[in-house]
């Protein structure tokens, strides 16, 4: 059984930056994709980045691009997501989460991930 745990969330205002951190416990977090997530109010889950299993290539979704930087470190079973010149559209509950039998083409839909943590609120006022 794997356990998440996440960190680092809070309240900025708009051109800030956040460091979110999310902790493994358990299972195998080298040989695992890792993503992050998101979800607004009234708004489904939301793919933000995420790094390859097998290539270690990351991914992002566009709206992120040039933003947000995601990184993991295999030693410390922690994966992160440095968030720079923050929007208010990027108010969101984050969430991590981990899978081992993902295939590249469905890194980006939330059923592909086997253990999630329990998200950590990130608020971007204008």
């Known amino acids: 059984q794997v356990q998440l745990t996440e960190s680092g969330g809070g309240a900025v205002q708009a051109g800030g930056s956040l460091q979110l951190s999310c902790a493994a416990s358990?299972?195998?977090?080298?040989?695992?994709?890792v993503a992050w997530f998101r979800q607004a109010p009234g708004s489904a889950r939301e793919f933000v980045a995420g790094?390859?299993?097998?290539?270690?290539?990351?991914s992002y979704t566009d709206s992120v691009k040039g933003r947000f930087t995601m990184s993991r470190d295999n030693a410390k079973n922690t994966m992160y997501l440095q968030m720079n010149n923050l929007k208010p559209e990027d108010t969101a509950l984050y969430s991590c989460?981990?899978?081992?039998?993902?295939?590249?083409?469905?890194?980006?839909?939330?059923?592909?991930?086997?253990?999630w943590g329990q998200g950590t609120q990130v608020t971007v006022s204008s």
């Open positions: 989460a981990i899978g081992s039998r993902l295939i590249l083409s469905t890194m980006r839909s939330d059923s592909a991930y086997d253990y």
């Open positions: 358990g299972g195998t977090f080298r040989q695992s994709t």
């Open positions: 790094i390859f299993r097998n290539t270690g290539r990351t």
